[in-house]
């Protein structure tokens, strides 16, 4: 502790006194010296929906009528031909609901119900032979869950339709490749 | 007693050139350290906050323009996620007003400059409450822990908030000791008390548990041990170190809640690390998240999809993925959790040196060595004294009971992280300063046991302490509060490895 009470005090103020006015030449002068460029990794922009990107499009007047997500996208193999795996989760409407909405969406762009195998609704157009869809409601949730079960789409495979960059982009088009691993 | 104290004290030297000698050893360390870790990138949250601070900068730099704010730079960089508060970014402005493009190694060497001046401030303020040999003994845990020193380049505010939330219990002691003796406090002291509450908060949030218990428990020994005036005048600074507190919390959850549009009091995380930590990662997403990003940007992204798909809230959204993906959760899923973080937690002190410094490079050399096996030894020796000091009940003197509660109370607190958040070895710089105070207290109780049976307690009753607890029923109270929270601890670590087997 210093011996001088006064003395002290005296160098306190002076200090703070300095310090301040530092401060304030600082945050003066501060607009003279160039602005910060922040880098946002930590908050990226978020890519639009998947089915709004003129990437991989649904069939030709095909709308989805409910509130959703795209959880996967890509091609599989189903009997020597390529078939359009489209996973999307359906939010805030039970699963009822969203069979009628699909029916309703499908009928509207052209295509003929037909009869399903068990669960899934077919629906098929001249153009891209029978398609399906099967709705499935998680279980556990609760009854306000937002989100509430998934739509496995089963459509013909489509070929990339545009050259924007962000075709490129799995997080975007939802089409992982193999290599990428789930985070543990 | 005196005689002998007087006598040991004697064949140290004196406290002041002891101090300039540990201040002197420490910013030597430090500096050596400095070419291993000043280039090193920003690591994961790092990021986070060296990108607030540029954007708070220019925030200032706005304001004395008289320009438009830039909300849409503020709401991504600094409210960002929600994940953190923005007290390491305020710390860091200054800097970016100064220097907006500054280099990795500019912020780095800025960040050891502070917290060095953090560390000698606290090392000033515990000597004033505890005297020199607290402080010398802080100078030397953590203040020369290699890998506590490497930190002192990082950006986190773990280590920050921990040297304050030593400013904050000796703030707390010296309250204490008034209101033992019947007095409350002042305005200002709890205007003060309020302030460093809401900093250490804003350096790392998880501390509110901590800074709100403290507080709460400040506020019962007020009532309890104060009498009409006194009381009255304890409970109002009380009450305006709740105002200060809400006050500056305040703009921070309106403009989180308002950006995020959910309800946020300090950080978002909570949902996300619970899921993270005890829950089925496979099902967060309510189902597997997207591949190829960390468990922590993957479902993120997931709940900003699903707000804007449904027009709702990321946050209230976070807490329903939460939850789904804790379904599962059993006794024995949760407690085998717990040890696991208990261990990245405590025993791998060392962890982040692959992180700090270039394992490439730097991997087998001499001072990798030096900072693993010296940090891991100084640790491991402060854990005996965690052990020590969770467990113990004196009844010698008001000074060690007091400061055995708030070390327990504040240590307890902290290690309530392992508990809910999946840990590493980046947490522990946070308790490390009061481990230096309970090392303190074991010199303090042996001599205390050396010396004397028991210490008085009978202090002159002042004319405010009319109708106040008398000094022997406090000193009884304090013991049995002591050994009530240790055998709270033992039946909590009995409890998580009972069920865990």
């Known amino acids: 502790m210093p011996r001088n009470p006064d003395a002290s005090a005296v160098v306190r103020r002076v200090s703070v006194g300095i310090v301040s006015l530092l401060a304030v030449a600082l945050v003066a002068l501060s607009p003279q010296l160039g602005r910060a460029e922040p880098e946002g990794s930590y908050r990226p922009v978020l890519d639009p929906p998947a089915l709004e990107l003129p990437c991989y499009p649904l069939p030709e007047g095909l709308t989805l009528d409910f509130a959703h997500q795209v959880r996967t996208d890509g091609d599989v193999q189903v009997d020597g031909d390529s078939r359009r795996e489209l996973l999307v989760q359906y939010d805030l409407v039970d699963a009822d609901e969203v069979r009628e909405s699909l029916t309703a969406s499908f009928v509207e762009a052209g295509f003929t119900p037909e009869a399903g195998r068990g669960d899934a609704l077919v629906f098929t157009r001249p153009d891209t032979g029978p398609v399906t869809a099967e709705v499935r409601q998680l279980s556990g949730i609760p009854a306000d869950s937002t989100v509430r079960g998934t739509v496995l789409l089963d459509l013909p495979s489509v070929p990339l339709a545009s050259d924007d960059p962000i075709c490129d982009d799995p997080y975007a088009t939802k089409r992982f490749p193999d290599s990428w691993e789930l985070a543990k | 007693m005196i005689e002998e104290l007087e006598r040991a004290y004697r064949r140290l030297p004196r406290g002041g050139t002891l101090l300039a000698v540990l201040v002197a050893a420490h910013v030597l360390l430090k500096l050596a350290l400095l070419p291993k870790v000043g280039h090193t990138p920003f690591v994961g949250d790092e990021a986070y906050y060296v990108d607030g601070g540029k954007a708070l900068s220019n925030l200032v730099r706005d304001l004395v323009g008289l320009g438009p704010l830039d909300s849409s730079e503020l709401e991504r960089h600094v409210v960002g996620s929600g994940w953190f508060m923005p007290g390491m970014s305020a710390l860091l402005t200054p800097l970016f007003l100064l220097d907006p493009d500054a280099s990795t190694f500019v912020i780095r060497c800025y960040l050891g400059v502070v917290s060095t001046v953090v560390l000698l401030l606290t090392v000033r303020t515990v000597r004033r409450t505890f005297g020199d040999r607290y402080a010398a003994l802080l100078l030397v845990f953590p203040g020369l822990v290699p890998m506590y020193l490497l930190f002192m380049y990082g950006a986190w505010g773990d280590l920050n908030a921990g040297l304050l939330v030593v400013m904050l219990i000796c703030h707390l002691v010296s309250i204490f000791r008034q209101v033992r003796k019947g007095v409350g406090f002042s305005l200002r002291e709890g205007a003060w008390l309020g302030l460093v509450g809401i900093v250490i908060v804003y350096l790392r949030s998880s501390t509110a548990l901590l800074v709100g218990g403290l507080f709460l428990v400040l506020f019962v020994a007020l009532v309890v041990l104060l009498r009409r005036r006194e009381r009255l005048r304890g409970v109002g600074a009380m009450a305006l170190a709740g105002v200060v507190f809400i006050g500056l919390l305040l703009p921070w959850s309106v403009a989180a809640s308002h950006t995020l549009g959910g309800r946020v009091v300090t950080t978002t995380s909570v949902p996300t690390v619970l899921a993270n930590t005890f829950g089925e990662y496979d099902r967060i997403c309510f189902g597997p998240c997207d591949p190829g990003s960390t468990i922590w940007f993957s479902p993120l992204r997931y709940a900003r999809e699903v707000a804007r798909a449904t027009d709702g809230d990321q946050v209230g959204i976070q807490s329903e993925m939460s939850a789904y993906a804790r379904q599962d959760v059993t006794p024995h899923s949760y407690s085998r959790d717990v040890l696991g973080n208990f261990y990245a937690y405590a025993l791998e002190p060392a962890g982040y040196n692959d992180q700090l410094m270039d394992p490439d490079t ?131 670590a009995l409890g998580i490895l009972v069920l865990a087997i």
């Open chain 2, 362 to 492: 730097d991997g087998d050399t001499f001072t990798y060595w030096f900072v693993t096996l010296l940090t891991t030894l100084m640790w491991y020796l402060s854990l005996v004294v965690l052990v020590w000091v969770l467990l113990l009940a004196t009844r010698r003197s008001f000074e060690s009971q007091i400061l055995s509660i708030v070390l327990k109370l504040g240590l307890g607190a902290l290690l309530t992280q392992p508990f809910i958040h999946l840990a590493s070895a980046r947490y522990w710089p946070t308790a490390a300063p009061l481990l230096a105070l309970a090392l303190g207290l074991w010199l303090q109780v042996r001599a205390e046991r050396r010396v004397a049976v028991g210490v008085a307690h009978d202090l002159p009753a002042v004319p405010q302490a009319v109708g106040a607890p008398t000094p022997a029923a406090v000193h009884r109270g304090l013991y049995w509060v002591q050994l009530g929270l240790a055998v709270a601890s033992v039946a909590v």
